[in-house]
């Protein structure tokens, strides 16, 4: 646990060792996806009280092996809901697997232009409250899925598989009946989960610019993911909503019954 918390505490721009990377994400909750990272699941009885093996979440598929897809087989996974953007997915698009559906949900690339946020809890708080298609593509279609399929287990990714892919898996969890500290926890966890591509991830977060990144104030904070940063994020939705299932009914229209049946589909 000393481990895990040290490595936690390792900031966005430092690398942590490989040996630590290796020993934990050798563990639950993290998965083995060959060609994938920061896979983990969102699901397993043991961490959150769920059923066992039904959500998944990780980065970009793009870089999917052959052996990867039959990781993809060995989980049980029979949906993957792509939260990028067209372009993402026309640049890099998920690799076809057999038995598997790929649903897309994107986001609008342009939606965000010339925003900018003092940290990550506001730049996901404006995710919730004003981007338009993350809550009617990505929210939607992750829970239009839990509610209809509770038998089809399903891995979400974005990118990072970390805000788009975070949030979602945030407020899947706040319904499933999970605490605030577990769900900052698990957040929090991407911080390993994306060590061995960090280097490729920050370039593309740089456009491939030779920037001193140490020089960008907000820069730690919008690329970092502590349990700080989604413990903020959750307390803003109690305060401004009065909590994800009265968010999730009252912005994104679903009824009592509607988030019951989702429960119930989380629960098992």
């Not at 690329?223 to 299932?245: F, Y």
Request: net charge negative; with cysteine; charged share 30%.
């Amino acid at each position: 646990m000393e481990t895990l918390d040290r490595a936690l505490r390792t900031d966005i721009l430092e690398a942590i060792e490989p040996d630590v990377v290796k020993q934990i994400i050798s563990l639950k909750p993290f998965c083995q996806i060959d060609g994938a990272f920061n896979v983990r699941d969102l699901s397993d009885a043991k961490y959150t009280g769920s059923k066992s093996g039904y959500i998944f979440r990780s980065g970009s598929l793009e870089r999917l092996t052959e052996k990867g897809k039959q990781d993809i087989d060995d989980l049980g996974i029979k949906t993957v809901v792509n939260l990028r953007s067209q372009k993402d997915f026309a640049n890099n698009p998920d690799p076809v697997i057999d038995g598997v559906d790929i649903l897309l949900a994107p986001t609008d690339p342009d939606a965000s232009k010339g925003m900018r946020w003092e940290d990550c809890t506001f730049m996901d708080l404006w995710m919730l409250e004003e981007d338009e298609a993350f809550k009617k593509q990505c929210l939607c279609t992750v829970l239009g899925h839990i509610w209809d399929c509770p038998d089809r287990p399903f891995l979400l990714h974005c990118n990072a598989g970390k805000d788009r892919t975070g949030v979602t898996a945030a407020l899947i969890l706040a319904l499933a009946g999970l605490p605030s500290d577990y769900i900052s926890r698990d957040y929090a966890l991407t911080r390993i989960g994306v060590e061995l591509v960090r280097d490729f991830l920050l370039g593309k977060l740089t456009g491939g610019k030779e920037l001193d990144l140490r020089n960008i104030p907000a820069f730690r904070d919008i690329a970092g993911c502590t349990a700080d940063s989604m413990a903020s994020l959750l307390q803003k939705i109690e305060e401004r909503h009065g909590g994800v299932e009265t968010y999730v009914k009252q912005v994104l229209c679903y009824s009592d019954h509607d988030v019951d049946q989702m429960r119930a589909s989380l629960r098992g």
